[in-house]
């Protein structure tokens, strides 16, 4: 093989790796969209809405906005619109802010025009979406603000509420956090009880690279003597497990050296007991991330209103 094809090869290991427990590359597929939209939709019977079939037998326009009633980082837009289509293809859509934008209370998310049936029959679903992925990135930008002059940065878990986690890392990124794996699949993580059942760190670790060489592994330590066990063998990141500051700062003293020992570049990721009020644990730890679960499991919902316009 050819140095510049192994030169290319390793850059393109490295790059899926970053992307795998460190991306900032917001990813949410039309077709998540659609899948979100439709069984929420599905969910509300939004199609044989009484209410509003009973009083609108027919087609009449109206216009209106959908605005927040407090400042909060918006999420969601394209599910808004997704929602909207759905029943009124010609709805015209005028969105003023966009995914990841800081708002203000009284802010205008978006104008719209189009059939009251369509509006109506939407508009939960619609509102539900902006809530949920709004409180996400909200929350995470919260974090993110906190964490920075520590130099550590914010990362997700796969704490998500099932069946929307694509959604709920989206939101993640637009509120200025990282996304760690998205599955069992993509990852390897050695956990506390991986090690148990294995005998050691050692041969957990071993048994993991022989069967996914390729695969981006992390392992989760508790103890100084784990990590010190673990960093010979070359794992991509390690867990600090719920350390206290200065247990933090000899780990990540500790993969320094072994980095500039072993020429690798592993990283750090500090993890449990983060709340909002415990990251000045962080302050003078060394390490690279905090991943919490609160940013994706913790919903606390802007609150968005649909308002119709008469002229």
Known sequence: MSESKKGKNAANDLETKRQVYA????????????????????????????????????????????????D????GVRLVEEAFRHFNPAITLEFLKHDGEK??????IVRFQGDIRGVLRAERVALN??????????????????????????LDTRKTIPTLRTLSKYAVVMGGGL???????EMGMIKDNHIAEAGSVSK??????????KIPLE???????????ALPLKPDMVLLDNMDS?????????IREANQKMGTKITSEASGGFSLEAMGRLENSGVDFVSLGSITNTIEPPDFSLEILTT
């Open 219 to 229: 392992l989760e330590v508790d103890t100084i003597e784990q990590l010190e066990e």
């Open 72 to 75: 909060c980082v918006v999420c």
């Open 246 to 254: 200065k247990t933090m700062a000899v780990a990540t003293k500790l």
């Open 103 to 108: 708002l203000k209370a009284q802010d205008t």
């Open 179 to 185: 996304n760690h794996r998205h599955n069992l699949a």
């Open 129 to 154: 979406f902006l809530a949920f992925m709004s409180a996400i990135a909200t929350r995470t930008r919260r974090v993110v603000d906190i964490v920075a002059p520590y130099g550590v940065r914010v």
């Open 23 to 70: 991306s900032g590359i917001p990813h949410l597929p039309d077709l998540e969209i659609q899948r979100a939209v439709r069984v929420a939709l599905e969910e509300d019977k939004a199609e044989f809405d009484v209410t509003t079939n009973a009083i609108f037998l027919a087609q009449q326009n109206t216009q209106g906005r959908i605005f927040v009633k407090n």
């Open 204 to 213: 957990a670790i071993n048994a993991f690279r022989k069967h996914a060489p």
